[in-house]
């Protein structure tokens, strides 16, 4: 299909030529006209189907060879319709130089456009201001004395190559640097496309337009680029094979095209200012007010990423940390913790409290009541313990099934005590029924070690003293507070 459709609309030039040589210049023009009239139509069809994010892409190729078909009925208007005979006509040349317009924004945009509107406005503004200045800068070389003439229309010719070439080197720069199918099926379409149409062009402007024997309709040639561009619309959505290109030219592209963009519009404004100093001081003002807004808005962008970056971090960091079934602190946490205050208080040689809590006779419950009656009563429970610990730096953790752990800081063996039985009668006055305990209601044990951290110890010393204290209060007869000597650990 890419093939077979610029191939049948060569033939069908072909045979206009030959059968119809009396219409040949006449034909030439309307085929001129209706060449990229016909691929923008085909262009607006491939971006209905494409997926959401390249949809506006395909439209905004469409709105460029339209504006292309505008400025070729704009030659034959003048030529037939007005009966002008002249080299180069400004009105078309506006048209041809505009249509780079859009080409140039979706070269330098970025890609994907969501959340980014005002640069994509920017960027725009960049590339219209730039096709503008372009064209101003051209008109006045090829008026630079007077009507245009044959010198004239030589620079320009070469400044047309010059600007082929750059919206080409950039169609096949993002090629390489697509990172999704949508966004290579695009940009290869245009980088070949460009290129076909480069070859044609420049054999059109240096062969066969200063050719005075060629009429017009041997430019003909130069539609056979929009046929294929029309054929690779037509084609749909397809695999396209990344060109695996390295991370960092991916980045490098992302962050330049727009720069770049700002900085060609810059040296063109500068060139323009020696011919047309209003303009070119205005194209000077769009370039580098354009730029500075863009990185602010970019920067600005930057900032509030990397603030959602970390506030997504630390939510989820706060859902690693955190028990599900009753909201406290989990055991990965409590392990963290004892190990920085262990550290913070073995500077400081400030005793640490370790309160081990144990629910009384919970397999009892869960075997009468049913485990989600159980679920409850872990959530009850540790909302009281939560609740029941005072000081901001108190750190209270699940340790597993109904066991919990309370870190107390600058708190001796008697001041964990204080604070154990404040938790054990928090528990008790809750009233939760439980008929299996001797107490008729929930409550818990608690063991209390006490240390000074030493150097040559570890925090899990601690722990295992409060299981022990633990171990006594069951003994005694549960629902009691045990304590162990405070001691350096």
């Not at 890609?111 to 101003?136: C, E, K, M, N, S």
């Not at 430019?219 to 060109?243: C, D, K, N, R």
């Not at 963290?336 to 500077?347: C, E, F, G, K, M």
């Not at 309160?355 to 009563?377: E, Q, V, W």
């Amino acid at each position: 299909m890419s093939i077979l459709l610029p191939v049948v609309f060569l033939l069908l030039e072909g045979a206009i030529l030959v059968f119809l040589p009396h219409l040949a210049g006449a034909a030439a023009y309307v085929l001129m006209v209706a060449a990229p009239l016909l691929t923008a139509l085909a262009c607006a069809w491939r971006g209905r189907t494409e997926a959401a994010h390249a949809r506006a892409a395909w439209f905004v190729l469409a709105v460029a060879l339209s504006i292309w078909s505008l400025g070729a009925f704009s030659n034959l208007w003048q030529e037939f319709v007005l009966g002008q005979a002249n080299l180069m006509y400004r009105d078309s040349s506006l048209a041809f130089n505009l249509a780079a317009v859009p080409i140039t924004f979706l070269i330098a945009s970025e890609w994907q456009p969501a959340g980014r509107r005002l640069l994509r406005v920017i960027d725009g503004a960049h590339a219209l201001t730039l096709g503008v200045a372009y064209f101003l800068l051209i008109w006045a070389m090829l008026t630079a004395r007077g009507a245009p003439d044959l010198a004239g229309v030589t620079v320009i010719v070469r400044l047309e190559d010059a600007e082929n070439l750059f919206m080409l080197s950039g169609a096949l720069v993002r090629w390489v640097a697509a990172d999704d199918d949508a966004e290579r099926n695009l940009f290869r379409s245009l980088a070949i496309y460009l290129a076909a149409y480069t070859a044609l062009i420049v054999c059109n402007n240096h062969l066969i337009a200063g050719d005075p024997r060629l009429g017009p309709e041997f430019g003909l040639l130069s539609t056979a680029a929009f046929a294929l561009l029309a054929a690779f619309a037509l084609h749909g959505p397809a695999t396209v094979m990344p060109l695996h290109p390295w991370p960092r030219l991916v980045r490098a592209v992302r962050v330049a095209s727009p720069l770049l963009l700002a900085g060609v519009l810059l040296i063109v404004s500068l060139f323009l200012i020696q011919v047309n100093y209003a303009a070119g001081a205005a194209g000077i003002l769009i370039a580098v007010v354009g730029y500075g807004l863009r990185n602010t808005v970019a920067q600005m962008r930057h900032i509030e990423r990397g603030d959602t970056l970390q506030r997504e971090r630390s939510e989820l960091q706060t859902i690693a940390w955190t028990d599900a079934l009753t909201g406290v602190a989990n055991r990965y946490f409590l392990d963290a913790a004892l190990d920085r205050v262990w550290h913070r208080d073995l500077r400081a040689k400030r005793p640490l409290a370790v309160l081990m809590i144990d629910i009384d006779h919970f397999k009892l419950m869960n075997d009468r009541y049913g485990h989600p009656t159980g679920d409850a009563c872990l959530r009850q429970v540790a909302k009281v313990l939560q609740d029941a610990l005072v000081r901001p730096g108190d750190v209270l953790a699940r340790y597993g099934g109904e066991e919990f752990i309370a870190l107390i800081e600058d708190a001796d063996a008697a001041g964990g005590h204080v604070v154990g039985e404040r938790l054990r009668a928090a528990v008790e006055a809750l009233g939760i029924e439980h008929r299996g305990s001797p107490f008729g209601v929930v409550t818990v044990s608690v063991g209390v070690a006490s240390a000074t951290p030493l150097g040559d110890t570890a925090a899990a010393s601690l722990v295992k003293a409060a299981d022990s204290a633990l171990y006594e209060a069951k003994c005694a007869g549960r629902n009691l507070v045990r304590s162990m000597p405070t001691t350096g650990a």
